[in-house]
């Protein structure tokens, strides 16, 4: 008589996603679940965020060579062994009144009361974050509630919905567009930046769902996600008394100004991406001028026009896309004000009252105005950057407001210029073209070997629907070889995401951390500052990079 086989648990495949992050391959819930939990309990050498998805765990990795060690140390692991205890329990009172309560009774074949019993009557557990920050996709003990996305998704959710969609339920932290089924609504404040831990349920944690006649609305505390909507002005106590803020005033945001430092790693789990810099290496050169540390907050401006005062005597550099940058100093006892110029990459005064202008970029896109000490603005997660898809961060500079300057330095300001690297431009009738290296994959089996070559073989134009979240591109599309719909999954900056339509989607920083479009392709980490930098208009080539990575053959996994 044979003996039964005995259940296996391990990653079936390891696929890079990228030079710096790699996606681990499991069998089911339970050994993402398993996976996740030895990875944050016990963390691989490099490892800097992990991120658990229906069927994958991303793991981000602190170097090129981190993340190729990662591949056999993640084939090994032993997932049937215990991981952690259970997370805490969350009870969360809903008003079982949402709009497509009816439909999701219809498509179980229950009653509305038997959805009400079925959600409320059984416990779920957070598997993972994504899509926004707080939005956790909780698994529930029973199928009973398996439904479809709705087939046309609403514009705008109100914040606190309860929702169903496949076998996930969840609850919307904020209003956003959304195809879920809505079967209730809560008062809980999901996500709360005020709160030494700002989700109400992370990955682990179980909830319990509680029926209640109506729905409590918890007031926010004050706090870094609600500063956004206060006055833009910035006072403090020496303000009040009568002494401006020293710092800079700003007159004209221009198309768009933002605080940036190098972003906020580590909250994957969250729901939470990096956000930060889009050109890294440009803001860098441009705090190193002044004499901050690298990852010191500087106001990251596009295409020109910010124009900003100086609020007391400070010291300012301009780095990234090359622009005019003229001084213009107050008028005196009836006489005009003076005016010269600056170069870029290199450091200068900029005397109280006096004005800096930023001019168009004569190529490339985003410039980084540096100034001494850092721009004194609060920390949320430990970073200063803005993150525009989640809203966490800063607000978008505006007219009126000072921007202080902090007193945090790490050297004296360099005397000399910075070479600066070559900019792609957009001409009026032959745009450069920028070549971008790529690793192909996690997804690129999606794809066949033509949809590749065409994907490297022709220039991507960047189109105005680009931003901060990803770049938009036109050119010829390009064709899925298999059907069917890719579970979500983690993503980086620099993925290549095809939708259906087959037009690519180039990720920048602030991108949504999962995905359920296949991503045939991953812009290397060394080139992404390059990607930054491309105008609108531009065009891109993708290359295949030289000795990109290559997925771990599959292991035979027995369940």
């Known amino acids: 008589m044979t003996a039964p086989s005995k259940t296996v648990h391990r990653v079936k495949a390891v696929r890079p996603v ?46 090129p060579s981190a993340a190729r060690r990662m591949a056999a140390l993640l084939l090994d692991m032993d997932l049937a062994a215990p991981a952690h205890s259970e997370g805490g329990l969350v009870v969360i009172d809903t008003v079982y009144d949402g709009e497509d309560l009816a439909e999701v009774a219809a498509l179980t074949g229950l009653s509305t009361d038997g959805v009400i019993a079925a959600h409320s009557g059984q ?32 514009t705008a959710v109100p914040a606190g919905s309860v929702a169903l969609a496949g076998n996930y339920s ?6 956003s567009p959304g195809g879920w089924q809505l079967i209730g609504r809560t008062g809980a404040r999901m996500w709360d930046l005020s709160r030494p ?12 769902f509680r029926s209640v006649r109506e729905a409590v609305a918890v007031a926010p505390a004050a706090g ?59 803001l860098r ?6 004499g901050n540390g690298p990852s010191a907050a500087a106001v990251e401006t596009v295409a020109g026009g910010l124009r900003v005062e100086a609020v007391g005597d400070q010291v300012l550099a301009v780095a990234g896309a090359p622009v005019p940058l003229s001084i213009e100093s107050p008028s005196d006892a009836g006489e005009p004000g003076r005016q010269r110029t600056v170069p870029v990459a290199t450091a200068f005064a900029l005397l109280d009252g006096e004005i800096l202008s930023v001019g168009a970029p004569e190529s490339g896109f985003r410039s980084y105005l540096a100034i001494r000490g850092g721009a004194d603005v609060a920390p949320v997660l430990g970073s200063r950057s803005t993150d525009t898809m989640s809203g966490i961060g800063p607000a978008a500079l505006a007219a009126g407001q000072v921007l202080p300057a902090g007193h945090v330095t790490d050297s004296g300001v360099v ?57 938009r591109l036109k050119g010829e599309p390009l064709r899925r070889s298999r059907d069917g719909e890719l579970p979500s999954e983690g993503t980086v900056a620099g993925a290549i995401q095809i939708p259906p339509e087959g037009l690519p989607v180039l990720f920048l920083a602030d991108h949504p951390i999962t995905g359920g479009y296949p991503v045939i392709g991953v812009v290397t980490d060394e080139h992404l500052d390059r990607a930054a930098q491309v105008p609108i208009g531009g065009r891109i080539r993708f290359r295949i990079a030289p000795h990109a990575p290559t997925k771990t053959p599959t292991q035979e996994v027995s369940n």
């Open 197 to 208: 831990q700002p989700a109400l349920a992370k990955p682990g944690d179980r909830v319990q």
């Open 18 to 63: 990228g030079t710096r992050a790699v996606l681990a391959e499991l069998s089911g819930l339970q050994d993402v679940l398993a996976l996740q939990a030895l990875l944050l309990e016990t963390p691989l050498p490099g490892q800097v965020d992990v991120l658990a998805a229906a069927e994958t765990v991303m793991i981000k990795a602190e170097s």
């Open 224 to 282: 870094p996600e609600t500063a956004r909507d206060a006055a833009p002005a910035t006072v403090d106590a020496a303000a009040g008394a009568g002494q401006a803020v020293a710092g800079l005033r700003i007159l004209s945001p221009g198309l768009q100004s933002l605080i940036q430092d190098l972003g906020r790693h580590g909250h994957a789990a969250l729901g939470v991406s990096a956000a930060g810099a889009l050109d890294r290496a440009s």
């Open 170 to 175: 969840a609850v919307y932290p904020r209003s």
């Open 285 to 290: 050169r441009a705090n190193r001028l002044v």
């Open 415 to 471: 005397g000399n210029p910075e070479l600066q690297p070559e900019f792609p431009g957009a001409g009026a009738t032959e745009p450069d073209v920028t070549e971008l290296d790529i690793v192909p994959g996690p997804r690129d089996d999606w794809f066949d070997a033509a949809a590749l070559a065409s994907l490297c073989s022709q220039a991507w134009q960047v189109t105005p629907q680009s931003n901060r979240v990803g770049m």
């Open 123 to 154: 416990v779920w557990t957070v598997a993972f974050a994504g899509f926004a920050p707080g939005f956790g996709y909780m698994v529930g003990e029973n199928q009973v509630l398996e439904v479809p996305r709705r087939n046309s998704p609403r």
